[in-house]
């Protein structure tokens, strides 16, 4: 079983198709539009709200079968048809045009497999047990949902606005230092709608000179004083 690389990608206006209009493939649409995709289902038969989003225009429906030069200028390929032959030939063109391609409940025939998700605001949390056992996925999944460490999501936005007026004043701020602002506190003022004064609250913590934290001697050449470095925000890139 292969060590898979973890990503969130960017699908917006991006060509992508799905061989199935069963229960599995419908169950694939709703992400795959959220994240802006421009989504083709092909199949003979589709589930009523396959039909029903057809209609609406929000995605195109091809009611036929499979036919080869059906991935050419797809970026992403879901096959879920349920006949191996036609997945084993979907599987050879995606290899051949280079189109990331999730084949349900085959992970050989995979170039990506799609992880369990779990949503608070701005955060996205996935899962993947590398295709071992999608009941454990689900199961985590499951119980992460009804975690408490979930409510740190609500700070999103705060942490957000912090970084961006942080990057503005090209200010190094340690990573460490991040981890420490962000207190019980800020997320009691984020939660109860106060996110100005949970923002003062952050900035005065992140750039306050009189302890440690920010290296206000920091200068890159070209970048002028205070130019941050690439990962001195946060870890996430």
Known sequence: MPTYYPVFLNLVGRRCVIFGG????????????EAGACVTVI????????QEAARRGQLEWQAREYQPGDLQGAFLGIAATNVRRVNQEIFLEAGRLGVLLNVVDDPPLCTFIAPSIVRRGQVTLAISTGGASPALARKLREELSADPVLEWADLAGVLSRARREVKGRRVVVDPDRWQRCITEELLRLAQDGKEDEALDLLLSGLLDRSGPGPDWSKERRGLGPYAPTADSLEAES
């Open 22 to 33: 069963g229960v599995v493939a419908e169950g694939k649409i709703p992400s795959l539009l």
């Open 43 to 50: 199949s003979p038969e589709a589930a009523q709200e396959i």
